[in-house]
């Protein structure tokens, strides 16, 4: 079964960091492009960031660069965020998903369950 | 950064008619398209991409069309399952891939 599943979520002051994590498998995690997509509460859709196959490359969203750094390891079939400077519209389902090619430009075949991250003082 | 508007916000059927919810593109996105149902409390689930092709599983009263700047995502035979809100998503022009602001759809 193709499966991704995260964790790492929680609840955090503003300004501080955190760091999520997404496993895959059942899939050729290594060839594949990876992205994070956030849903604040009540709220649509937001592309976050993606990284390659190969993870020479990656892209943000304007909100979060400089802020978000997006990893992986292929070895450990993982994808991480790294999260720093949180903010309170930061506050988001993260959702860890899969795509179709090695680079991003293909839908969004598979989605992980979603981690809660709360940015509140 | 390509725009994506869906319409309308919120679409009301009955049980076995039709439903259609649209989406444009600030920008024409060829047919980089894809369309997602997303249920309470869950992950969204991807219905079509391309435009017009259904991902694995899905049944085949979902169906898709469009190219360039609109599209529509078509249901032809509602049923009480699918209450949900449907995002839009071009993957032509990136990054950013966008979504749309979504569509919820409610039974009657």
């Known amino acids: 079964e193709v499966q991704l599943l995260e964790s790492g979520g929680g609840f955090v002051q503003p300004g501080g960091s955190l760091r999520l994590s997404c496993t895959g498998s059942?899939?050729?995690?290594?060839?594949?492009?990876m992205s994070w997509v956030r849903q604040a509460p009540g709220k649509g859709l937001e592309w976050v960031s993606a990284?390659?196959?190969?993870?020479?490359?990656?892209y943000y969203a304007e909100s979060v660069r400089g802020r978000f750094t997006i990893s992986r390891d292929n070895s450990q079939i993982t994808l991480y965020l790294q999260m720093n400077s949180l903010r309170g519209d930061d506050t988001a389902v993260y959702y860890c998903?899969?795509?179709?090619?090695?680079?991003?430009?293909?839908?969004?075949?598979?989605w992980g369950q979603g981690s809660m991250v709360t940015v509140s003082s | 950064e390509i725009v994506m508007t869906q319409s309308p916000a919120t679409l009301s059927v009955s049980p076995g008619e039709r439903a259609t919810l649209s989406c444009r593109a600030s920008q024409t996105i060829s047919r980089n398209l894809a369309w997602y149902q997303q249920k309470p409390g869950q992950a969204p689930r991807l219905l079509i991409d391309?435009?017009?092709t259904r991902a694995t599983g899905i049944p085949d009263r979902f169906s898709g069309s469009g190219s360039g700047t609109d599209f529509t995502l078509t249901i032809s035979s509602l049923q009480s399952e699918d209450s949900a809100i449907y995002y839009c998503?071009?993957?032509?022009?990136?990054?950013?891939?966008?979504f749309g602001g979504g569509t919820k759809v409610e039974i009657k």
């Open positions: 391309d435009a017009s």
């Open positions: 059942g899939f050729s995690f290594s060839s594949l492009a």
């Open positions: 998903v899969k795509g179709g090619g090695s680079f991003p430009g293909h839908a969004f075949d598979i």
């Open positions: 990284v390659s196959a190969s993870g020479a490359t990656t």
């Open positions: 998503q071009q993957y032509n022009s990136w990054p950013p891939i966008t």
